[in-house]
């Protein structure tokens, strides 16, 4: 996020991190100043993104909000529904911008592959599989794979499909982490199914998604940003502009800061996503 905004037009006031000597390093590489207690950066700032463990987003965010800071809080929004609607009454209140990170939101290759299932190309849309997996991530133990990584797949199958599922079924368990690192989840839109696997064990990083439609299939790869569709007349290359998520996320957050206008992933469609993630952790284990 430094080294984003350090290229955006935005003045990077600071960095904040509980490790003085990592937001030295930072905060000396992008010419910003550098602290390790976040509240001494409140009233310096107009805007600021939030990275921090899950289980922090809430208290953090919170403290920025009641003195108008614009926050950008990253994926989910919180690790609970009740920490999570505090957060959207507080920038309600104080009418300023709270934008959840789902960076998936603004991959290019995934906006190409809405507007050709928006236009017809794959025909009916009936199946949405997607595969998040890789090596085991120590730095993550406050929260389970679901909440932490699925939570990417669960928004990405809402936005392509347009609406809310209507049942959540999961199977998932632990072997490393003191939560589920493993999972499968099935969102059950009616008329389209979505099957979502994630893993801590994959000795690779795997970004993908099948796209199944009644007249054509697309292959996405959100890490290549490549995406291929396939009919009975045979295969194409579909041409995409790539771009850096994070940039785009927070160009939007920025603008949408500056210009009042809604953001794309607000806090009432981060909170969505918490509850279907909910909802797929408790019924594992």
């Known amino acids: 996020h430094a080294r984003v905004y350090s290229q955006l037009k935005c003045e990077l006031v600071g960095v904040v991190d509980a490790n003085i000597e990592k937001a030295k390093e930072i905060g000396e590489r992008y010419s910003a100043q550098y602290y390790s207690d976040y509240t001494k950066l409140i009233p310096q700032v107009d805007a600021v993104s939030i990275a921090v463990p899950t289980t922090l987003h809430q208290q953090i965010a919170t403290d920025f909000i009641k003195q108008g800071v614009h926050c950008l809080v990253e994926k989910p929004i919180a690790s609970n529904l009740e920490e999570a609607q505090e957060m959207i009454q507080a920038a309600e209140e104080s009418r300023i911008k709270l934008v ?62 347009g609406k809310e599922p209507i049942e959540v079924f999961s199977k998932a368990g632990r072997f490393k982490h003191p939560k589920e690192d493993h999972a499968v989840i099935v969102l059950d839109f009616g008329d389209v199914t979505a099957s979502i ?62 210009n009042n206008e809604k953001p794309l992933v607000d806090g009432h469609e981060g909170l969505q996503v918490l509850k279907i993630a909910l909802k797929a952790s408790k019924s594992t284990l």
């Open 197 to 258: 696997e994630v893993n801590w064990f994959t000795p690779y990083k795997v970004r993908s998604l099948v796209a199944t439609g009644s007249e054509a299939i697309a292959y996405l790869d959100y890490i290549k940003q490549e995406l291929t569709v396939h009919n009975s007349q045979g295969m194409e290359i579909v041409k995409v502009e790539k771009a850096e998520p994070l940039k785009l996320e927070l160009e939007h957050f920025l603008k949408c800061v500056e």
């Open 100 to 161: 959840v990170g789902h960076v998936e939101r603004f991959n290019p290759v995934v906006l190409k592959l809405k507007q050709i299932i928006d236009e017809g190309i794959l025909g009916k849309l009936m199946i949405i599989s997607t595969r998040r997996v890789g090596p085991f991530v120590s730095r993550i133990r406050d929260v389970g794979i679901i909440i932490d990584t699925a939570t990417h797949d669960i928004d990405i199958a809402r936005y392509l499909v």
